[in-house]
Structure formats: C-alpha cells, structure tokens
C-alpha cells in the first residue's frame, strides 16, 4: 500500500507542475504576408522549453478534423502539410459542439484557401 502512495504523491506533483508551468499552451499564427504559418508552445523547463516551429503557408494542403464520438469523445483540427505528419492545432477538450468545430474548420481553410478533410 505503501507503494501505490508514493506513485500517487509523484503523478500529483507531475500534474501540478504541469498545470503551474503550462504545458501545452501556446499559440498558432498564421501570416499572410510573409506566407508564413508558426506554431509556438510551452513545454517543460529546460533547454527545450519554447518550442517554435514554422511552416510555408503554401505547403499546407488541407484541414482535417477528427470526430470520435462516444463517453470520451474527441474533437481535433489538425493541418496537414506536405512531407509532415499531421499537426493537431487545437486541444482535444477544446471544441463543445460539433458546429462550432465545424465553423472553426471552415473559417480557417476559407483564410488558407484549403480543403477540410475528414466531416
């Protein structure tokens, strides 16, 4: 019993650190001008603590959305960009409705002049 304490007390203070630094926020920013999308987020302190990463905005080639309905359901936009794997642009809990993810998607591949993928 002794064990499953002590497991209990070092994913509480890893769950709270997370929360108190903010793992996981961030921001997308998309810049039509210099053609440039960028994805910024907080990792955890270190080296690696900003990460920063930036796409051409002509390499995007659509928006997909992930739907899994159900007790657990989740709602995803990703960005799919050519020679990457698919990148998640908002967090799983982010999105209530279906209709409001839906015209999230939408306003956003109308500003890209994309596809949506995956309704």
Known sequence: M???GIAGLFISFYLWC???WNVGSGYNKFDKQKGIFSIFRWGFPGKNRRI???FL???IQAIRMEVQEG???RRVLYIK???QPDIPLS???EY???REMEDKAAELARFLKVSIEGI
């Open 71 to 73: 007790f657990l359901a």
């Open 52 to 54: 920063f990463i930036q």
């Open 91 to 93: 967090r799983i809990e």
């Open 96 to 98: 209530f409705t279906l």
């Open 81 to 83: 960009i050519k020679g």
């Open 57 to 59: 905005i002509k390499d």
């Open 2 to 4: 002794c064990f499953y």
């Open 18 to 20: 997370t929360i108190c």
